[in-house]
């Protein structure tokens, strides 16, 4: 069963409430950065180099949320 969930409605309600953060690959980064512009247009966005960048940077993925958490982004 291929079920489409549509959450825009969620994400802009969180976008709006509380800080929030979109993080995406950068091979993703165009159309991430769109929808995210659309559906949250309070978020920041930021990007990561590869898949599970966490793993692979963690010190540039944990830069980015640091700076993200603390406002000096």
């Given at each position: ?8 409605g ?40 590869h ?14 949320i ?8």
């Open positions: 069963m291929n079920v489409a969930t549509d959450l825009s969620a994400a802009a309600a969180a976008a709006a409430a509380v800080p929030t953060m979109l993080m995406a690959r950068d091979d993703w980064a165009e159309d991430a950065q769109r929808w995210t512009q659309a559906n949250m247009p309070g978020a920041s966005f930021a990007t990561m180099p898949h599970m960048g966490f793993v692979t940077d963690p010190t540039g993925f944990n830069g980015t640091r700076s993200f958490a603390t406002g000096s982004e």
